[in-house]
């Protein structure tokens, strides 16, 4: 089973239900936790992590060779990035638009381009407890996009293991529906404000693009909740779990602490979570 | 003309308590709410529509399957796996798809063309006479929402120049990626918001780096600093150790729990603390801007 964690939004829960998730069910479970939040990764911040590998993150960036190079701005017409000029006496790589396609290389009529890797970010794989496996992607600095990094890091994916949660991107662009391909079940965090309810929409919008079943978590339930619960009824997605607005729970997580490691009784309430979650999936 | 950008690396630190309060007190102003992925700011506002855009993003590949023959040189040769091969059918995944144009070339059918694909709107709104915010919604989905950053902004400065209005407020797209330096490039000043949890740290070192590597002058937030304060003594500890400067501290106030559900930026409550302190920060960034 694969569940991919959304928001819509930062900063409503996705690594505060990430990480609980995977530790209340790993006592249960073997489970992997991915976090492909690339941009900002937490989720390790929560762990212990044994780290086991890491590995570099490329895409090809071409070189041109100005001898050879004739001038003739083939592979400036077929740039769609605007990422290479040819000017009357170089041709020149704008290296932060290039999307590595290997588009100028292969129209070059005089094999003036060649390719070196460049590295854009980097994988960190590693093991939290036996039944608990990690892995996270973390996105260089002044780089454009980590859904290459999301890519590779899903192809670490264990398909041995019981559950595997993703911790995807904020928002609704493309990392996110990188983070989403392919798995079989969205948990949409969100938080009971008309923002929340917003950013909410957009992300059902998406899954429901993508044909994934989903279930909804509130977090900083003030018991104030009916607008979330109107529209989760209206649009018949269930509400998962809802997390109270609690100065303990939110002092924990500040602390880099899983609240439901020290407020046990939140344990059976994430497994009750996945069970719900196993009975939808069928 | 000034640019002021106010970021935070990651969504939930109160950027929006932040912008949507600055956008109350400047006067005259344009605002431009580059969150396109989940644009809030002008529920704050509630601008009346004026003007609506189509944005066109980038383009993705299609194939002609009638003209197609099956040889499989698109999907080897596609480097963004968007190609697949299922029940005999080559096609294209849209999401994936960068619209690079390296399968168009490399087919020897002519069996696929790059078309344009609509990615989002954006609009331009009045909020009063004094008052303006440009702002933009993105379809789920879309990659290039860089792009939509910067019509959103060009319009913006656009409608400034028309209105001989001296600031654009900027209320960046979180993160650290494309949306995010699209947020703050020709900035004059950057503000980043961070909180104190120990996630807050950590991000709010990934966007420094990030705000230098596009050499602006910035200043930090801390929001909530009295929730934990370890924390944000740790953070302050890293901003002097590092020759940052803090422009001010927001405690925790209740009454900013309910300006969002009233949709009333936090400065126009009388008793705030939060507003107090949001005030004070704003004189001094209003100065960095002279």
Known sequence: ?282 | MKQLAIVSGKGGTGKTTLSSSFGALLSPVVLADCDVDAANLNLMFNGKLEEKYDYYGGKKAIIVQNKCDKCGICKKICRFEAISFENEVYEVDQYACEGCNACVIACPQNAISLETALSGEYYYSVIDEQKEIVHANLNPGEETSGGLVAEVRKLALKKAEEKGKDIVLIDGAPGIGCPATSSITATNYVVIVTDPTSSGLHDLKRIVETVRHFRRDFGVVINKYDLNPDVSKQIENYCLSDNIEILGKIPFDELVEKSNLEMKPIVLYENSMAGKAIKEIFEKVMRKLK
């Open chain 1, 1 to 282: 089973m694969k569940i991919t964690i959304l928001s819509g939004k930062g900063g409503t829960g996705k690594t505060t239900v990430s990480t609980n998730l995977a530790y209340t069910l790993s006592k249960k479970y073997k489970v992997q936790l991915l976090d492909a939040d690339v941009e900002e990764p937490n989720d390790h911040l929560f762990f212990n992590v044994n780290v086991e590998k890491e590995e570099s993150v490329d895409i090809l960036l071409p070189v041109v060779d100005n001898d050879a190079c004739i001038r003739c701005g083939e592979c400036a017409k077929a740039c769609q990035f605007g990422a290479i000029t040819s000017f009357p006496n170089a041709t020149v790589v704008f290296k932060n638009l290039c999307h590595g396609c290997g588009v100028c290389s292969m129209v070059c009529p005089v094999n003036a381009i060649t390719e070196v890797p460049k590295s854009i970010g980097k994988i960190v794989l590693g093991k939290i407890n036996d039944n608990l496996k990690f892995g996270m992607g973390l996105l260089n600095i002044g780089e454009p996009s980590g859904v290459r990094i999301i890519r590779q890091l899903k192809k670490h994916i264990d398909e041995n293991v019981d559950v595997v949660l993703i911790d995807s991107q904020p928002g609704t662009s493309c990392p996110v529906v990188e983070s989403l391909r392919n798995i079989d079940f969205a948990i949409l965090v969100t938080e009971p404000t008309t923002f929340g309810l917003h950013d909410l929409s957009l992300a059902v919008d998406l899954v429901r693009e993508m044909k994934i079943p989903s279930g909804i978590v509130i977090n900083r339930d003030t018991g104030n909740t009916n607008l979330i619960d109107e529209y989760a009824k209206k649009e018949n997605i269930p509400i998962l779990l809802k997390i109270p607005f609690d100065r303990e729970i939110a002092k924990l997580y500040s602390e880099g602490k899983i609240f439901s490691e020290y407020l046990p009784e939140w344990e059976e309430k994430f497994a009750n979570v996945f069970d719900t979650i196993k009975g939808m999936v069928k």
